[in-house]
């Protein structure tokens, strides 16, 4: 019967990598001042060192003539043959106890049965190791290594006197030359006929067009590994930055067309222009002059005519450029490769489609993997801005791998989720195994290029795969991606550093949970918060006969801080990035009340549609049930001076973003006032009303005020 081996199985193959003492390469190395390329056993020496198992003295020296105790050759040996020196038993010598320094190497080899102690139960730690302990020791070892002592001691160079006391310099060469021999040859992988694909990915890259030239380094230098690798964009190229608020996807194009992406889908955030006054008229700019094919089989354009002539329900083999597709078949290294787009049915939630429809996103896969299944195509992608563990009410990229079979790969977005290696999907909704389904994604912001290689079978199935996240910010900038920049930077560059005319004191902040603050922007009032919100109600007053009694905003809209100091227009538009418009609605104090229900449900915990607001007082409970948390819902009369309880059949006149006003964020009751036509759109910048705001104010104050009070909170000492 097999002793239990405590050592681990591929410490031999890891070691060789370092110990190649047949190789004579480490001899040309000089560690030590004592062990120059011509000694004798430079080789050992320099490999043992290299792979951390021995260590020379701080005077630059290794001693190689020291003579070797017992203990640490136990050091050594144990060492080179990377043993499990941490769950170790016992071996119970007199002279040796869980202190001594050799105490878990001597027990592991003693388990292994590599080494014994003295019949007296000692070991004796500080004696010297001779070459015929030594030769013992490897005959032990020899049982379950396939070596041959004599051969090792003369590969090795060392010269066998059975009373000699071992030194360093041997012991070294021994243990290299041991390992060296044992470890198997590398044997190459053996030829199959197996398909191999590889695709680059990136995803929710947000108008982070400064990142780009680093970006296309990337790719310039993973296409000189692969140069038939597919290159995918899995959604939301726009808002979120100041390039984006000048150009409009405009100052992104050049940079994807020279990147020569083979397809990008569509996210959420394509769609936030939607309400503007042009509509959808700089995505459809943006898609007519791409040089790539858009994939989206979940999205009827139909009813947007902006998108005549660009739209087809169908999977095409021969896509065109600057055309709005279901899917498309492509032919990379001689075989057909079937991918097709899905974008988030929560757009309409969460952006500003307009006519723009979305149509179930399981339905709509499963027509497309059966339209690549007719056309003989068994290698699918799926380009999904879905997200990874998305909302499973709306859509996500694991519900998908388990409710469609034939999905090989799903490059995902949306959720800005870092999969540092590919999420392995092999069982259906109800837990049977099927074939796997890979799932990736690069996080956001175009910090990472994601990398998959995977290889299939002849009956289109994976069977081998792997892939990474290339960071991209310890990348060279690529010099024509700058000179391709410095025009858009230039002029973002004026927008962003020019002054409003205000200086802060102090920070006006906006508090996320993501940066350990229990009250933030999501759950609780800011200051922020409450400056846009005055300034929305003011605008509002402005701009109608009709008696305002609040304004609100919605906090996942807030999107950074404004620093201390002098304020700049680039640090005002990104509090509010996303181009949003100012709307009046007409809702009834019960819908008011049950759109405060909506946003404190989920309080104390983050919500992007908590409301924030002014001309207003909220107090609530959080350790109530959801839908039953308003305690009292007050607006400002300015006729009696003095807070009003809202009525519920009273019709009030409120101010928010077009966006809230629309129903997003799941706000169902603005939804339907939309709907019945009860939403005026002003058409009013938001962060344009924010900089007004800021600048009429004469004294900012950076305390709340007690517009929204959560009576379950823990009182403030």
Not at 63 to 68: E, F, G, I, R, W
Not at 448 to 472: A, M, P, S, W, Y
Not at 705 to 717: H, L, Q, Y
């Amino acid at each position: 019967m097999k002793k239990k081996r405590m050592y681990s199985a591929t410490a031999l193959a890891a070691f060789t990598a370092v110990a190649v003492g047949a190789t004579g390469v480490m001899a040309e190395e000089t560690i030590f001042t004592d062990v120059t390329a011509s000694h004798p056993y430079a080789e050992g020496i320099n490999a043992l060192t290299s792979a951390g198992i021995v260590k020379g003295f701080g005077d630059g020296t290794f001693k190689p003539d020291a003579t070797v105790t017992r203990g640490q050759a136990a050091k050594m040996i144990a060492g080179a043959l990377k043993l499990d020196t941490t769950n170790v038993k016992n071996p119970n010598f007199k002279d040796i106890n869980t202190s001594n320094q050799y105490y878990s190497q001597i027990a592991a080899l003693v388990a292994t049965g590599f080494v014994n102690g003295y019949e007296d139960g000692t070991f004796r730690t500080a004696d010297k190791i001779t070459h015929n302990q030594l030769a013992k020791i490897l005959t032990n070892v020899s049982a379950v290594y396939p070596i041959d002592t004599t051969a090792l001691l003369t590969e090795s160079k060392v010269v066998f006197n059975p009373t000699k006391q071992l030194t360093r310099g041997e012991l070294s060469s021994v243990l290299a030359t041991m390992l060296a021999a044992a470890a198997p040859a590398p044997q190459p992988e053996p030829e199959t006929d197996n398909y191999k694909l590889s695709i680059m990915h990136v995803n929710d890259t947000h108008g982070r067009v400064d990142s780009f030239p680093k970006l296309m380094t990337a790719v310039k230098e993973q296409r000189a590994k692969t140069p038939d690798a597919l290159l995918l964009h899995a959604g939301d190229v726009f808002s979120g930055t100041l390039y984006f608020n000048e150009f409009q996807g405009q100052a992104d194009l050049p940079f994807l067309n020279a990147l020569k992406f083979d397809a990008i889908t569509l996210g959420n955030h394509e769609f936030d222009l939607g309400s503007s006054p042009e509509g959808h008229k700089a995505l459809a700019d943006f898609i007519k002059a791409s040089q790539f094919p858009v994939l989206t089989a979940n999205v009827d354009f139909t009813k947007d005519s902006l998108f005549t002539g660009m739209f087809s329900d169908l999977v095409s083999s021969e896509p065109e450029n600057g055309k709005i597709y279901a899917g498309m078949i492509k032919e990379v290294d001689g075989e057909k490769v079937g991918i097709f787009g899905l974008t988030t049915a929560e757009t309409k939630d969460i952006a500003s489609p307009g006519s723009v429809a979305f149509e179930n996103y399981i339905d709509e896969a499963k027509k497309a993997v059966k339209a690549f299944e007719d056309k003989g195509v068994d290698k699918i992608i799926a380009l999904t801005h879905i997200g990874f563990d998305d909302n499973p009410a709306y859509d996500n990229d694991q519900i998908l791998a388990k409710s469609v079979p034939g999905i090989d790969i799903i490059v995902g977005g949306h959720s800005h989720t870092e999969l540092k290696e590919p999420f392995v999907v092999d069982t259906n909704t109800v837990g049977e195994k099927k074939d796997a389904t890979l799932i990736v994604q690069a996080k956001e912001y175009a910090g990472f290029l994601g990398t998959v290689n995977v290889e299939f079978d002849e009956n289109g199935v994976i069977v081998k795969h792997d892939g990474e996240l290339v960071e991209i910010g310890k990348l060279a900038d690529d010099a024509e991606g700058l000179k391709m920049l410095a025009p858009f930077k230039e002029k973002v560059d004026a927008v962003n550093n020019a002054e409003i005319g205000l200086t802060l004191a102090e920070d006006l902040v906006n508090p996320r949970e993501s940066d350990g603050q229990l009250v933030n922007v999501r759950n609780s009032e800011t200051v922020l918060g409450n400056i846009i919100t005055d300034g929305m109600l003011a605008k509002a007053k402005q701009y109608t006969d009709k008696k305002v009694v609040m304004a609100l905003q919605n906090g996942g809209g807030i999107r950074t801080a404004i620093p201390a100091g002098n304020v700049t227009t680039g640090q005002v538009i990104n509090v509010l990035p996303f181009g949003n418009t100012l709307a009046l609605m007409d809702v009834t104090g019960a819908e008011l009340k049950e759109a405060f229900e909506h946003s404190v449900r989920v309080a104390p915990g983050e919500n992007g549609g908590f409301l924030h607001i002014a001309g207003g007082k909220l107090v609530y409970d959080s350790s109530k049930e959801e839908g039953s948390r308003v305690v009292s819902l007050q607006y400002y009369d300015e006729a009696t001076k003095a807070y009003v309880d809202v009525a519920d059949n009273e019709t009030y006149t409120v101010a928010t973003n077009a966006y809230t006003a629309k129903g997003g964020d799941s706000f169902s009751m603005f939804e339907k006032a939309y709907g019945e036509g009860r939403v005026t759109d002003l058409g009013l910048s938001d962060w344009e009303n924010l900089k007004e705001q800021l600048l009429s104010m004469e004294e900012i104050k950076f305390t709340t005020e007690g517009r929204i009070v959560d009576t379950a909170a823990p009182k403030a000492e």
